[in-house]
C-alpha cells in the first residue's frame, strides 16, 4: 500500500484498485468507473 502518495485500497475491491485519499475515503476508480478518479490518474496508477 502506497501511503506515502495519499493512496489507500479500496475497502470495496481490496486493494484491486487504489483510491486517492483527501481526508474521505470513496471506493477506487474501479468500483466506480472512474467516478472520482480521472482517467488520467487511474492510467498512472496501472503504469506505477
Known amino acids: ?3 506515502a502518495s495519499g ?4 475497502p470495496t475491491c481490496k ?5 486517492q485519499h483527501c481526508g474521505q475515503v470513496n471506493v477506487c ?3 466506480k468507473g472512474l ?4 482517467k488520467e490518474e487511474a492510467a ?3 503504469a506505477a
Do not use: F, N, Q, S
Open 7 to 10: 493512496l489507500v485500497e479500496c
Open 29 to 31: 476508480w474501479r468500483c
Open 44 to 46: 498512472k496508477k496501472e
Open 15 to 19: 486493494g484491486e484498485g487504489m483510491i
Open 1 to 3: 500500500m502506497d501511503t
Open 35 to 38: 467516478g472520482e478518479v480521472t
